[in-house]
């Protein structure tokens, strides 16, 4: 997916109200061709509405939607080019494997020749050819997804979109099929809108994030980018763990009941104006000098592949810090000092 691609789906000043609820805030979104596209955030931020109204199942209040470059604001859902996969599978029990994959097809009025030589080859994509005669009820939960993800492709539809399609897995499956479904991204070069509440799954899986909050955008970019330069303290507090320092800003430093801070180089502030730093752990260590904090440890947490220090500052904010392969984590409620480099932090407005 180019950063220059041809913007496939556009999203122009649409919102949703329930009554008195706003679901959706007034919003803007494109999606490029080709990319892989993740709405995430809590739930009640607005991602399952705004899904929602893209593929056509609730109407919105105000804006429009286009489809290469086509207007499909009040086009019925079974004539939009979108195609979708549910965290339930939805796969039809009296069909079998190969039928359900070509029902899109058969639906379309294609000929039987074509659907054949197309459900072959969608089964062959996801590595089920061989279970084209079974039923779904002969398959494991991954196995019925990945004949999902045949269904949907099968057809080529303009865009897809996959609402939490692996919610209902297991952590080692859901792994797993996060590598297939980048390998199908990669190999089809569909266009995917991707709904998740799983932080760790938008990181693995797109070219970009929307992160959402409150019935808004709350920040669009790379993983790269938010995790590493959030724009505000809930991006730098939902996708991955962080220590956040909030205070005022004076003299050039971030005074907070912790201590007055360095602030990253090349930082545009306004005094007497309130902010946090960002910390990620990786950029925490267990050292004393200029801009270290004294904290107190409450827990260690072994991860495999790392070890979390958990720290408790003096005014009651919590901290987290990787240990170094190997290091032997201090005893819980020992005292230590971390510190981190300013340039290692991200100044964020509250």
């Known amino acids: 997916m180019s950063g220059g691609a041809a913007i496939k789906l556009l999203v122009d000043g649409v919102s949703k109200r329930y009554g008195q609820v706003v679901a959706l805030e007034p919003t803007r979104l494109e999606v490029r061709a080709g990319e892989l596209l993740t709405l995430l955030g809590p739930s009640g931020s607005g991602k399952t509405t ?7 199942l609730v ?10 470059g086509r207007d499909q604001t009040h086009t019925p859902v079974h004539q939009r080019d979108i195609g979708l996969v549910f965290q339930n599978y939805a796969l039809f029990p009296h069909l079998t494997v190969g039928e359900n994959v070509g029902f899109p097809l058969r639906m379309r009025g294609r000929p039987a020749a074509e659907i054949k030589a197309r459900v072959a080859a969608a089964l062959e994509m996801v590595r089920l050819g061989h279970l ?3 039923f779904p009820r002969e398959l494991s939960g991954g196995q019925q997804q990945r004949v999902a993800l045949a269904r949907c492709f099968v057809y080529q539809p303009s865009v897809i979109l996959m609402d939490e399609p692996l919610g209902a897995l297991d952590k080692k499956l859901r792994e797993h099929m996060q590598i297939e479904i980048k390998r199908l991204h990669r ?3 569909a266009t995917i809108v991707y709904v998740t509440h799983d932080q760790e799954e938008a990181l693995a899986l797109s070219d970009r994030i929307c992160l959402m909050n409150h019935a808004r955008i709350e920040q669009v970019g790379t993983p790269a980018e938010i995790y590493q330069r959030p724009r505000t303290a809930f991006a730098a507090d939902f996708i991955g763990l962080s220590t956040i320092l909030r ?4 003299a050039g430093a ?3 009941p912790d201590g007055a801070f360095a602030l990253p180089p090349d930082v545009a502030v306004r005094e007497d104006t309130e902010a946090a730093l960002v910390i990620r752990p990786e950029r925490l260590t267990l050292d004393a000098g200029a801009n ?9 947490v072994y991860a495999g592949a790392e070890t979390r220090l958990l720290l408790s500052l003096a005014s009651g904010t919590p901290a987290v810090l990787r240990l170094p392969v190997g290091a032997t984590p201090p005893p819980i409620g020992a005292a230590v000092t971390a510190r981190w480099a300013p340039e290692n932090a991200v100044l964020v407005p509250l």
Do not use: H, K
């Open 247 to 250: 205070g005022r800003l004076r």
């Open 187 to 189: 190999e089809t070069g």
């Open 59 to 68: 109407e919105p209040e105000s804006g429009r939607i286009q489809v290469d």
């Open 292 to 300: 270290a904090v004294a904290a107190t440890v409450t827990e260690t």
């Open 132 to 134: 084209a005669a079974r």
């Open 50 to 56: 705004l899904l929602q109204l893209i593929c056509g």
């Open 254 to 256: 971030l005074d907070t």
